[in-house]
Nanobody
Framework: QVQLVESGGGLVQAGGSLRLSCAAS?????MTWFRQAPGKEREFVAA????????SYADSVKGRFTISRDNAKNTVYLQMNSLKPEDTAVYYC??????????????WGQGTQVTVFS
């Protein structure tokens, strides 16, 4: 089991940017970002393969968010641009599975809060 620690969340005005980081305690393969807004289910945001050559995004963030990784640092990033109030959520990184369903993942970070105000 790998330990995951997210950072980089904060309060930002609509249209602004944030970069989230997820540091892993060891080697990971596919890595995925999810988010959960108050009163809503956890939802898929973006995923990246081990090599970084394959990425996928939720339609709601496509063109605004970019996922990347630095395997030398065991770290995955989520660059979020053109943020909207509806992006407000706790953002989690996850490992240990593939796909867009959060129920299949075994390793989770503690989450980092992103709040976008208009």
């Amino acid at each position: 089991q790998v330990q995951l620690v997210e950072s980089g969340g904060g309060l930002v005005q609509a249209g602004g940017s944030l970069r989230l980081s997820c540091a892993a305690s060891g080697r990971t393969f596919g890595m995925t970002w999810f988010r959960q807004a108050p009163g809503k289910e956890r939802e898929f945001v973006a995923a990246i393969s081990w090599s970084g050559g394959t990425t996928s995004y939720a339609d709601s963030v496509k063109g605004r968010f970019t996922i990347s990784r630095d395997n030398a640092k065991n770290t995955v990033y989520l660059q979020m641009n053109s943020l909207k109030p509806e992006d407000t959520a706790v953002y989690y990184c996850a490992a240990g599975a593939l796909g867009r369903s959060p129920t299949t993942y075994s390793d989770w970070g503690q989450g980092t809060q992103v709040t976008v105000f208009s």
